[in-house]
């Protein structure tokens, strides 16, 4: 049973940077997708970036340029790193993953993921 914890949330000006962190309890099975959610109050989950089973970062527009996706294989451990911070971007943050043989060029939505994590908030302030 994975498990997947999100840290690193916390409040910023904006122009800011953040780091957030995803540790998952063990390996997933195969060459899985690992993504980044977010979900202010009053709207949807929005999938933010995701990077696929061959190492593939996506993003979605509203944060290309902004944001980057990266993973550290030995410590099984997902980064966000979130630089220029906006208000807009203030929401809880969610990590999640797909097991299996996973290639994606979008995030996609979060039906498509199995594995969640509790969320981190991140606060951005004008």
């Known amino acids: 049973q994975v498990q997947l914890v999100e840290s690193g949330g916390g409040s910023v000006q904006a122009g800011g940077s953040l780091r957030l962190s995803c540790a998952a309890s063990e390996n997933i099975d195969g060459r899985p997708c690992m993504a980044w959610f977010r979900q202010a109050p009053g709207k949807e989950r929005e999938g933010v970036a995701v990077?696929?089973?061959?190492?593939?970062?996506t993003y979605a527009d509203s944060v290309k340029g902004r944001f980057t996706i990266s993973k550290d294989n030995a410590k099984k451990i997902l980064y966000l790193q979130m630089n220029s911070l906006k208000p807009e971007d203030s929401a809880v943050y969610y990590c999640?993953?797909?097991?299996?043989?996973?290639?994606?060029?979008?995030?996609?939505?979060?039906?498509?993921?199995?594995?969640w994590g509790q969320g981190t908030q991140v606060t951005v302030s004008s």
């Open positions: 990077i696929d089973g061959i190492g593939r970062p």
């Open positions: 999640a993953a797909a097991g299996g043989y996973c290639i994606r060029r979008t995030v996609a939505l979060p039906y498509d993921y199995n594995y």
